[in-house]
Each structure stands twice: as structure tokens, then as C-alpha cells.
T-cell receptor
Framework: EPEVTQTPSHQVTQMGQEVILRCVPI?????FYWYRQILGQKVEFLVS????????KSEIFDDQFSVERPDGSNFTLKIRSTKLEDSAMYFC?????????????FGPGTRLTVL | GNSVTQMEGPVTLSEEAFLTINCTYT??????LFWYVQYPGEGLQLLLK?????DKGSNKGFEATYRKETTSFHLEKGSVQVSDSAVYFC???????????FGKGITLSVRP
């Protein structure tokens, strides 16, 4: 069964450093998402991406964040200058057809630790 | 804005016990409702969903009914197993982008 994959599974970085989190969505999917979960808190929406552009972003997704689909298979989340409060589990998701109820498939997540 | 509220956890049950996990929501428009499950060390997996009022989603013995009048989507299972131990998230989606709004999640532990 096709699945969403994410790398790395755990990333440790120093405050102020740039990080890139990588995702490979399911191959025929068209809509891509990033979510994050700070330890003990809710899973929060960050950004959605469709047709090679951001379709919606949350207040969390400020100028320090960017997303890219560089080669038609990978979907990346970049944090330019990490802060301590960026420490969280980051989940990538993708879905296929249009329609509100279509299922988002999630990857296993990347745990980001900012020291 | 949209929000999802789940009952406080964790929940610990004996095998074969009846499970109810409460979920209520606030949304503009007509949301679709979901339950996702996260097993230890894994990502979020869709457990079941419902797209309109009075729909019942079901999977692996779990059920939830979309109740518009009470804005609820409670998860139930008649007889839990040790393998059901996981974190359960209630969520909704609205709008063209279908972004998900999640509840806080609840940890279920089932003991033999």
C-alpha cells in the first residue's frame, strides 16, 4: 500500500540554524500539507500546497518557514532560523482527489529538537 | 473559528471493556469529521470518517455517528483489545483546502 515517507525521523539542531524536513507524498496525490505537534499539545495545521503554490497557511507559518516541491516527488519544509519553540513533531500529509472528505494520508513524522 | 474538544485522558481499560471517547466540535459551515489513530512510533492513520449529519463511520469495530444537533462525533467500540492501545485524535475539515483541525488527542491503554 502506498505511504507517505518522511526524513529524517529525528533532527537535532542549534538555535538559529536552518533545517529542511523532507517528505515524499503518495505519488498520484495533488494536495500536500504540513502539520506540527508540540509535545503535549494539539496537532496544528501549518500550510497546504496545491498546484505548486501555497493554498493556505496558518498564523504559525511566518516568514521563517517555506515549502517547496523541488522535483515533483519531494515536498520540503524549511525553517530558516530555528527557535527553541520550533521543537515539535512535524507531520507531512497528502491527499488525492478534490472534495472535502477525501482522506489525508500522514507520514510518520520528524521530531525536531532545537537546542 | 473551528475547534475540536476531546475528553481528558488518559483512559485505561481492561480487555473486552466498552469504550467511549467523547468529541465535540465548533465549525463554520458543514464540516467533515474524522477519527485518526496513532500507534506507538507510527504516523497518524485514518480510523473512520463521516461527511454529513447522521452518517455513521465504522472501521475495525469502532463506530462514530455525526450528530449535528449536539455537534458531537463520539467514538465507541463494544469490546476493546490490547492492540487498540494508541492515541486517538478527533478532527474536522472544512473549506476547499480541507485542512484538518484536531483535538488534543487521548491516550488509550488496554490491559490484558
Amino acid at each position: 500500500e502506498p505511504e507517505v515517507t518522511q526524513t529524517p525521523s529525528h533532527q537535532v539542531t542549534q538555535m538559529g540554524q536552518e533545517v529542511i524536513l523532507r517528505c515524499v507524498p503518495i505519488s498520484n496525490h495533488l494536495y500536500f500539507y504540513w502539520y506540527r505537534q508540540i509535545l503535549g499539545q494539539k496537532v496544528e495545521f501549518l500550510v497546504s500546497f496545491y498546484n505548486n503554490e501555497i493554498s493556505e497557511k496558518s498564523e504559525i507559518f511566518d516568514d521563517q518557514f517555506s515549502v517547496e516541491r523541488p522535483d515533483g516527488s519531494n515536498f520540503t519544509l524549511k525553517i530558516r532560523s530555528t527557535k527553541l519553540e520550533d521543537s515539535a513533531m512535524y507531520f507531512c500529509a497528502s491527499r488525492g482527489a478534490s472534495g472535502r472528505a477525501d482522506t489525508q494520508y500522514f507520514g510518520p513524522g520528524t521530531r525536531l529538537t532545537v537546542l | 473559528g473551528n475547534s475540536v474538544t476531546q475528553m481528558e485522558g488518559p483512559v485505561t481499560l481492561s480487555e473486552e471493556a466498552f469504550l467511549t471517547i467523547n468529541c465535540t466540535y465548533t465549525a463554520t459551515g458543514y464540516p467533515s469529521l474524522f477519527w485518526y489513530v496513532q500507534y506507538p512510533g507510527e504516523g497518524l492513520q485514518l480510523l473512520l470518517k463521516a461527511t454529513k449529519a447522521d452518517d455513521k463511520g465504522s472501521n475495525k469495530g469502532f463506530e462514530a455517528t455525526y450528530r449535528k444537533e449536539t455537534t458531537s462525533f463520539h467514538l465507541e467500540k463494544g469490546s476493546v483489545q490490547v492492540s487498540d492501545s494508541a492515541v486517538y485524535f478527533c478532527a474536522l475539515s472544512t473549506g476547499a483546502n480541507s485542512k484538518l483541525t484536531f483535538g488534543k488527542g487521548i491516550t488509550l491503554s488496554v490491559r490484558p
